[in-house]
């Protein structure tokens, strides 16, 4: 009998994070052959792909939202892990606000506007999103976290059911099509 409520209650848990996942649902958001288009209601922005994205960052932040209003997401607030090895070097606690290498630091990072290609990756990156939250709020480790996928030219941005393009009207901002994400051990990385 034990052993029966222990599998239900692991099944539950299975299909809470289904749920979870699905909720998070990317359904405005089509991605074909690496073009994109986000349907906001209001306008439909498309992008074409316009070159390779595979680098590596250091968070200092990150958030999500599933307001379909939004272009994007997620965004996360990184630090290229070349900039963060340059600056370790000198400073091994930059990341501390009290260092005098959170100066050095500060300007390098960046705001990483990102479309997941699909659910699995929208996962990935808000189970990130959260490490780096429990992490920070606990003194805890770094996130580092190594992205895959294709920077974004935006081609159009029309209003829904007119011939209106809106394009110039939008902050213009960097996009990334992200089809992986995968969390790394940040300090691993800045001692090689």
């Not at 659910?119 to 959260?130: A, G, H, M, N, P």
Request: hydrophobic share 40%; proline share 4%.
């Amino acid at each position: 009998m034990k052993t029966f409520l222990i599998l239900i209650v692991m099944g539950l848990a299975i299909l809470g994070t289904y749920a979870y996942v699905t909720k998070s649902s990317l359904e405005h958001i089509t991605v074909k052959n690496d073009a994109v288009a986000v349907d906001t209601g209001d306008y439909i922005v498309k992008f074409s792909p316009s070159g390779e994205f595979r680098e590596i960052y250091m968070l200092f932040g990150g958030e999500y939202s599933n307001d379909k209003l939004l272009i994007n997401p997620i965004t996360l607030f990184g630090l290229e892990m070349a900039s963060a090895k340059s600056i370790y070097a000198s400073y091994p606690d930059f990341y501390r606000c009290t260092s005098p290498g959170a100066e050095l630091a500060k300007p390098r990072v960046e705001d990483l506007n990102l479309i997941p290609a699909d659910t699995s990756v929208l996962y990935e990156l808000k189970e990130t999103i959260k490490e780096y939250d429990d992490n920070f709020a606990s003194d805890g480790d770094r996130v580092c976290v190594a992205l895959i996928g294709k920077a974004l030219s935006m081609q159009s941005a029309e209003v829904t059911g007119k011939d209106i393009d809106i394009k110039d009207r939008l902050q213009p901002r960097d996009f990334y099509l992200v089809n992986s994400s995968n969390r790394v051990d940040c300090k691993n990385l800045l001692d090689q």
